[in-house]
T-cell receptor, first 114, second 111 residues
Framework: DTGVSQDPRHKITKRGQNVTFRCDPI?????LYWYRQTLGQGPEFLTY????????KSRLLSDRFSAERPKGSFSTLEIQRTEQGDSAMYLC????????????FGAGTRLSVL | TQLLEQSPQFLSIQEGENLTVYCNSS?????LQWYRQEPGEGPVLLVT?????EVKKLKRLTFQFGDARKDSSLHITAAQPGDTGLYLC???????????FGKGTRLHILP
């Protein structure tokens, strides 16, 4: 296993379009996290899953954002009706529940909304 | 919500120089993590400090956790261009399941 992988690495879209990102965690990790990082900031927590259950969502996650992890393995993050303010790096991380503070991050998907 | 400050925000120094960056808060933490993030990549965990006053060394990097567990510092000796990146501190509260990052210190080492 080569770590957490995210696809695509870059996405350019027009305002109003929908986009979907995928994250494949480290295979034995049951926790999966999504973060968003804008220029000049550290990553900000969006949501996390334990297996297929979404256990926490940040207030940053507006109604236009939805995340799923249907089989407890890979996860998708969808943004509907994108806005320019959604432009950011979207990072995925995974961990074991017993070591929840040791999170391994993917390289991220950089979204640019024109 | 704890207020977390990292300083300086930006630092550009010559190869071979020493530097220290800081992470300060008004809250007491269970432990604290330091990450390095290179351009186009995700953060990578460098170290977790747990005990007040603890000092950990990772090659040329020295991490210290304040006695009161409210602050931490990272000292780099003889900086090299490979040290360039965004250094993030992240306090750990055992009750939390997510990581709260500071804004980071962006470090650039000039060859």
């Amino acid at each position: 296993d080569t770590g957490v992988s995210q696809d695509p690495r870059h996405k350019i879209t027009k305002r109003g379009q929908n986009v979907t990102f995928r994250c494949d965690p480290i295979s034995e990790h049951n926790r999966l996290y999504w973060y968003r990082q804008t220029l000049g900031q550290g990553p900000e927590f969006l949501t996390y899953f334990q297996n297929e259950a979404q256990l926490e969502k940040s207030r940053l996650l507006s109604d236009r954002f939805s995340a799923e992890r249907p089989k407890g393995s890979f996860s998708t993050l969808e943004i509907q009706r994108t806005e320019q303010g959604d432009s950011a790096m979207y990072l995925c991380a995974s961990s074991l529940t017993i070591a929840k503070n040791i999170q391994y991050f993917g390289a991220g998907t950089r979204l640019s909304v024109l | 919500t704890q207020l977390l400050e990292q300083s300086p925000q930006f630092l550009s120094i010559q190869e071979g120089e020493n530097l220290t960056v800081y992470c300060n808060s008004s809250s007491v933490f269970s432990s604290l993590q330091w990450y390095r993030q290179e351009p186009g990549e995700g953060p990578v965990l460098l170290v977790t400090v747990v005990t007040g006053g603890e000092v950990k060394k990772l090659k040329r990097l020295t991490f210290q956790f304040g006695d009161a567990r409210k602050d931490s510092s990272l000292h780099i000796t003889a900086a090299q261009p490979g040290d360039t990146g965004l250094y993030l501190c992240a306090p750990v509260m055992n009750r939390d399941d997510k990581i709260i990052f500071g804004k980071g210190t962006r470090l650039h080492i000039l060859p």
